[in-house]
């Protein structure tokens, strides 16, 4: 099914999920509006406005510190919106300047990760913008239980396209038509991961450097574990080595009581001496 929705990706890193788009629905008659009253009934946030809140107040109790915006923006074209260069940032204004609704581009459109692009979506992260028509901010004045259904729009939107995306700096324009359908949006996820305090970072490191400290100390035990295994061994083989000269020889000056004071190599060269000089053969 088609519900009109342009998603576009972004391939930069500070501006790492891009999303765009015209919400009409094409071909399928069904638009947001249908779609949200659906599921309305269900959506807490809807369930959260009461009678005498104006959807301004709507506005910016689900988004703290939003721009509310009173200005019929729903017909940009989409061939324009979609641009890397529409001046989307206009709408994140105290005021906005209304020559953005008749913008038209002056050259080539710039690249996605190109640093002007990269620049303005950074200068909105955070933030929010809803944009609302004369003829619709009339119509819910005149029948509140409206705003409703306009916020579950909004919310429908967002659930659909994942957003927000914790752990990110989050922003969303949202232009509304006058039958409180979502007519254009730009939902922006960037930054990166929320990163550590200082002092979590420091607490972090010294942590890391208590653990190579650790890791060092018990390879340098299991080294000498080993070695002493190896050591161990090569005395008991050498021992093993005497008994059967010994036996083979009769050289009783080789008896074992002499390998507490003569090292291993020692031992080894005397008793390989003694039996290649006496010509036995082990």
Same mark, same amino acid.
């Given at each position: ?32 509006? &249908? ?141 509304? &038509? ?15 991961? !929320? ?65 507490? !004071? ?21």
């Amino acid at each position: 099914m088609d519900y009109g929705l342009s998603n576009i990706l972004g391939a930069n890193t500070l501006t790492s999920i891009y999303r765009l788009g015209g919400a009409r629905a094409k071909n399928s008659g069904i638009s947001f509006m &249908d779609l949200a009253s659906a599921t309305a009934a269900s959506s807490a946030a809807a369930a959260q406005s009461v009678n005498g809140v104006s959807f301004k107040e709507m506005c910016q109790a689900r988004f703290p510190g939003a721009y509310y915006h009173v200005i019929d923006a729903s017909n940009i074209p989409q061939s324009l919106w979609e641009r890397n260069d529409f001046p989307f940032e206009k709408f994140f204004a105290d005021d906005v300047d209304e020559s953005v609704l008749n913008w038209t581009p002056a050259g080539a459109e710039p690249p996605m990760d190109g640093s002007q692009v990269q620049a303005r979506f950074n200068s909105i992260l955070g933030q929010t913008s809803i944009v609302v028509p004369p003829e619709l901010e009339e119509k819910m004045k005149n029948d509140p239980s409206m705003a409703n259904k306009v916020m579950a729009n909004i919310n429908y939107l967002f659930a659909w396209n994942g957003y927000p995306i914790p752990g990110r700096e989050n922003s969303a324009l949202i232009v509304l &038509d006058e039958n409180g359908e979502v007519a254009r949006w730009r939902l922006t996820s960037g930054g990166g991961l !929320t990163g550590p305090t200082e002092e979590e970072q420091r607490q972090f490191e010294a942590e890391q450097k208590a653990k190579q400290k650790r890791r060092e100390e018990n390879a340098r035990l299991a080294e000498e574990s080993a070695l002493k295994r190896r050591l161990q061994e090569q005395e008991a083989a050498a021992i093993a080595l005497q008994h059967r000269i010994i036996s083979i020889s009769g050289h009783k000056e080789l008896l074992t009581p002499r390998l507490t !004071t003569i090292p291993t190599q020692a031992i080894l060269a005397v008793t390989q001496a003694q039996v290649w000089n006496s010509g036995a053969i082990l």
